[in-house]
């Protein structure tokens, strides 16, 4: 894990793990000065809300649920609607 990998995975999905945060916490020392100005971008998001700590949820949980809403929820209003017309 370096601090780029931790760094775009927060920002991309908008949550750190405690495992992430906690690794970030523990290397600080060995941090090149960009490194540095890396970690402090990671804490400012954090501070301003922008990332959260939390979990991920996995992607496959993610699709289901955009599959739900995308595909078998309007399939499901359509056929109330037409038993109402009906």
Request: proline share 2%; charged share 25%.
């Amino acid at each position: 894990m370096t601090l780029g990998e931790v760094f775009l995975e927060s920002l991309t999905s908008g949550v750190i793990t405690e495992r992430e945060m906690a690794w970030v916490a523990a290397q600080q020392g060995a941090f090149a000065r960009h490194e540095e100005a890396l970690a402090i971008r990671l804490g400012r998001l954090v501070d301003e809300g922008q990332i959260n700590l939390g979990c991920r949820i996995p992607s496959r949980v993610m699709q289901h649920r955009q599959v739900l809403v995308d595909w078998i929820e309007p399939l499901g209003r359509r056929r109330r609607a037409i038993a109402a017309v009906a």
